[in-house]
């Protein structure tokens, strides 16, 4: 580890990847002086090549029980208001009216059902299979078998640390189906896709098959299991004092219980861009936004206070029994304009000051960002760097400033949102320093140069008048000798490795906090068009894996970096916005028998990790 460390105000690109001129072939340190000739001759011919067998190892069957904080009853007491609890049952495809009497009931099975009719579904005729919890059967040791292993992959020799934590990673929208099943209310992502793109309606059956889908990943032997609950199944009237959907608590507790059950260990998600209707109801869901992709309603003005009711509602029930929690995910893209991200600043920081200060909750509370990393051009030229510094700044200062470090917004969001305005000296006293960890999904890096016209004309506009804005920079895939940066996938991710590793030392370095690595995984080109052999032998990804996690190992014992843990995105294909195209995952799915399938990525991630000690419990 370092010894002192200088506070660093502004985020800043280190010159890491300069373009060192050199000639001559590459070096082969490791090899002594071979042989000069030769040593030709005959000898019998037998096939005595023999291959080895092996099968992936479970997670060990717990002996121990943690606690992170207080059981139901006393954190109920903490909660210091009272909680109606009642079920709905479910919205099917074809129903179009409203056959319950409770009119006069706001949260009652009208109101409900009127939540609904009033969402409007296009071509909402299918739930898919299940309409009911599958019970799992043990998966056959047929399917454990280790594939083949790649000629290349990584030589490191470093072990990941004790505390280091290694699992798979999802979310609901794009993997639950039963949108309005048991209780759930409407969300945006049923608006989402308004073309013939296929929706979220049923995606993977997860919210039934769930049990299947955890005992796959204890068999192949992954501890930590990253998940989102969707807001709108706990709350479907989504504000403060609106009853608790009890189908949905039973749901999540049986999920929890049933990981832990496993050996595994369960990591929750509170808001993954599954934001309730109710915040969208008057709202063009299509307006362009200031920043970000999506309209997702979190500048609202109740956004804040229902967030942090539903937050302490899931800390009640789950507390006790969840050590990790991410209160939002990648907010920047669903942000919409500035009210957003201040709205997301205090949202999170109110649950932090919850969690630890009211709750007494002993594990960890943090956010998980987006931004693929930038990098500068020439990173011996300055206008490149500042450019660079100000694309990452703008994605990730917003919130990491005042969260983190309790520094004001990046001047660079200040200066190019509308309406922007800075924090009070006593709402920075208020969010400082309140996140356990630095969340990141560092899917891939980006090149970054400034544009013909420079940064500052571009930032006085919208994204109508300018492409480029809010962040006004150019974005570019190869390097400055027109080479891409790395392997090209399905979508925008590149296999950017080296990248990695200074990405994290810049997050660390800048913000200071230990860094989790949310999401990270890699859509193989055109995979969901070839036979189901081929694509489960999924070299690239395993490539993208194995290089990726051997450079994170270089930042933590090279570079002095806290990578708290890594979470695989994702555990199986799944509905990726619209599309089943963009396959990230690690298992294949089979869209009519939603048969899951391991891919060979998925051994050789697990192998790698447990190989250097990293799968949370030693052998
Ligand atoms: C294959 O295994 C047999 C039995 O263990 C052993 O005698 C033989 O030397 C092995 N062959 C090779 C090429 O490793
Ligand atoms: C609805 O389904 C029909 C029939 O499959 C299809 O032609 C149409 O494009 C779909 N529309 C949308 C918006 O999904
Ligand atoms: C953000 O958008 C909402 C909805 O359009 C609007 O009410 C609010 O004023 C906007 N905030 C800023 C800072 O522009
Ligand atoms: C931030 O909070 C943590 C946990 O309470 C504490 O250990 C740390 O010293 C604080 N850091 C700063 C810079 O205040
Ligand atoms: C730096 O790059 C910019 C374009 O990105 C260019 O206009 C400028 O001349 C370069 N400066 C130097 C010193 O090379
Ligand atoms: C974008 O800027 C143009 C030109 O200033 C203006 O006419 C337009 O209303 C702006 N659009 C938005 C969404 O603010
Ligand atoms: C899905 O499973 C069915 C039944 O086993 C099979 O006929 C079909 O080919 C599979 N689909 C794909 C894309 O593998």
């Not at 495809?93 to 579904?121: C, F, K, R, V």
Request: negative net charge; charged residues 20%.
């Amino acid at each position: 580890m370092r010894a002192a460390v200088v506070l660093a105000t502004v985020a800043s690109v280190h010159a890491q990847q300069l373009y060192i001129s050199t000639t001559g072939y590459t070096d082969r340190p490791q090899c002594t002086q071979p042989p000069s000739t030769p040593d030709y001759r005959f000898e019998a011919f037998s096939f005595t090549q023999n291959e080895t067998v092996r099968h992936a190892i479970p997670v060990p069957t717990p002996t121990t029980t943690h606690t992170y904080g207080p059981g139901y009853d006393k954190a109920y007491e903490k909660l210091g208001t009272t909680l109606a609890t009642t079920t709905w049952g479910s919205w099917l495809p074809g129903e179009t009216s409203i056959s319950a009497t409770d009119t006069e009931d706001q949260y009652g099975q009208a109101a409900w059902s009127s939540l609904w009719e009033e969402a409007s579904l296009v071509n909402y005729t299918s739930v898919g299979l299940y309409t009911t919890t599958v019970s799992p059967t043990p998966v056959p040791s047929s399917e454990l078998v280790l594939p083949p292993r790649d000629y290349f992959g990584p030589t490191d020799c470093y072990d990941f640390p004790e505390d280091f934590l290694f699992g798979v990673a999802a979310s609901a929208a794009q993997i639950e189906g039963a949108i309005a099943l048991e209780g759930r209310g409407p969300t945006l992502m049923e608006k989402l896709i308004q073309d013939d793109r296929p929706k979220n309606y049923v995606t993977n059956e997860n919210y039934y098959l769930y049990k299947q889908d955890l005992r796959r990943l204890a068999a192949i032997g992954v501890k930590y299991y990253s998940f989102s609950i969707p807001w709108s199944r706990i709350l479907p009237f989504t504000v403060p004092g609106s009853p608790v959907n009890e189908e949905a608590i039973k749901h999540y507790d049986d999920l929890i219980n049933y990981a832990l059950d496993l050996g595994m260990v369960p990591v929750v998600t509170m808001l993954h861009f599954d934001s309730p209707l109710y915040f969208l109801r008057d709202t063009n869901i299509a307006a362009t936004p200031d920043i970000g992709y999506n309209n997702g309603g979190y500048w609202h003005p109740e956004f804040v206070d229902a967030f942090v009711n539903y937050g302490k509602i899931l800390f009640t029930h789950f507390a006790d029994r969840v050590p990790v929690w991410t209160t939002f995910n990648e907010p920047l893209l669903y942000a919409f304009n500035f009210t957003g991200i201040d709205n997301v600043v205090k949202a999170h920081a109110e649950l932090y000051h919850y969690y630890h200060d009211v709750l007494g909750g002993t594990g960890k509370i943090g956010f998980k960002l987006n931004d693929n990393f930038g990098v500068p051009k020439n990173p011996e030229n300055k206008t490149d760097v500042d450019a660079a510094n100000r694309f990452n700044e703008m994605q990730l200062g917003g919130f990491a400033n005042p969260l983190c470090l309790g520094e004001q917004y990046p001047k660079s969001l200040l200066d190019t949102l509308p309406g922007a305005e800075p924090l009070s000296k006593k709402e920075l006293k208020y969010v400082g320093n309140t996140t356990d960890f630095f969340g990141i999904d560092p899917y891939t890096a980006t090149v970054i140069t400034v544009p013909a016209d420079g940064i500052s004309s571009c930032a006085k506009q919208n994204l109508t008048t300018n492409a480029l804005y809010p962040y006004c920079v150019t974005q570019e895939l190869t390097n400055v000798y027109g080479w891409d940066i790395g392997y090209r996938s399905e979508s925008y991710v590149y296999i950017t490795p080296t990248y990695l590793r200074s990405y994290l030392s810049y997050l660390w370095n800048t913000w200071r906090k230990p860094v989790l690595i949310g999401e990270f995984g890699f859509p193989v080109y055109d995979e969901s068009t070839r036979e189901l052999a081929d694509q489960l032998f999924d070299s690239p990804r395993s490539a993208y894996y194995l290089s990726y996690l051997s450079e994170m190992l270089k930042a933590i014992w090279e570079d002095g970096v806290h990578v708290l843990g890594a979470f695989a995105w994702s555990f199986m294909d799944n509905w990726e916005f619209g599309d089943y195209a963009s396959q990230f995952g690690v298992q294949v799915v089979n869209r009519t028998t939603q048969e899951r399938v391991f891919k060979k990525s998925f051994f050789d991630l697990v192998d790698f990790v447990g190989a250097r000690n990293g799968l949370g419990y030693r052998h």
